[in-house]
């Protein structure tokens, strides 16, 4: 079955860098994008980042432009997020999420499977 493990958050200062992972398994990882979102305390979840299936194109929302960016390895079966300049208003549970196709979206429609979701808390 589709398995998707993210990795990698935690408490940090702003200013800060944290490097998100997200572990892919149970289907061909290379075929489709991938994308990452947040939902922070008391908010609807939101796009962040996504990645088309070859790793060529990349969306991000405006608010993390320039800070964070999107990659993903095909041989290993992971996407990653790397966020720097971090921000209070970067605090989150953040979730990756397998796209329906190789196209990413920016909305949650567009993805079929979903991680657990890693929390990432930025103090000021």
Known sequence: ???????????VQAGDSLRLSCAA?????????????????G????????INWAGGSTYSTDSVKGRF???RDNAKNTVYLQ????????TAVYYCATGRT????MTEGGYAYW??????????
């Open 102 to 105: 190789g196209i990413p979206t």
């Open 69 to 71: 960016t999107i990659s």
């Open 43 to 50: 908010k609807e979840r939101e796009f962040v980042a996504a």
């Open 83 to 90: 966020m720097n300049s971090l921000k209070p208003e970067d």
């Open 115 to 124: 991680g657990q979701g890693t929390q990432v808390i930025v103090s000021s």
């Open 1 to 11: 079955q589709v398995q998707l493990v993210e990795s990698g958050g935690g408490l």
């Open 25 to 41: 398994s149970g289907f061909t990882f290379s075929r489709y994008a991938m994308g990452w979102f947040r939902q922070a305390p």
